[in-house]
Nanobody, 114 residues
Framework: VQLVESGGGLVQPGGSLNLSCAAS????????MSWYRQAPGKEREVVAY????????YYKDFAKGRFTISRDNAQNMVYLQMDSLNPEDTAIYYCQATGVRNYWGQGTQVTVSS
């Protein structure tokens, strides 16, 4: 099983990033896919998740209106489009799969700074 995140980096306040997560080794379409984040000195928290096959989504309050989660079951991919980023969004962002078992990626660093 692998979850490999990509797309993180350094961005200025107000900028955008699109995170990707490539999944393999399990039945992707049977799993709810989530993005979590963990800022320095803080606990890991959910950002958003998307169910399958309904595509129903959930967003934490700070993500509503700024972030968009999506998935491609044909490609075993999940995405997180992040707009209007601010320094408080600086964190390691993790991809997570919830189903019969739970799986985590290794994370990708997002830094929002001028």
């Amino acid at each position: 099983v692998q979850l490999v995140e990509s797309g993180g980096g350094l961005v200025q306040p107000g900028g955008s990033l699109n995170l990707s997560c490539a999944a393999s080794g399990f039945n992707f379409r049977d799993y709810t896919m989530s993005w979590y984040r963990q800022a320095p000195g803080k606990e890991r928290e959910v950002v958003a998740y998307i169910r399958s096959p309904s595509g129903r989504t959930y967003y934490k309050d700070f993500a509503k209106g700024r972030f968009t989660i999506s998935r491609d079951n044909a490609q075993n991919m999940v995405y997180l489009q992040m707009d209007s980023l601010n320094p408080e969004d600086t964190a390691i962002y993790y991809c997570q799969a919830t189903g019969v078992r739970n799986y985590w990626g290794q994370g990708t660093q997002v830094t929002v700074s001028s």
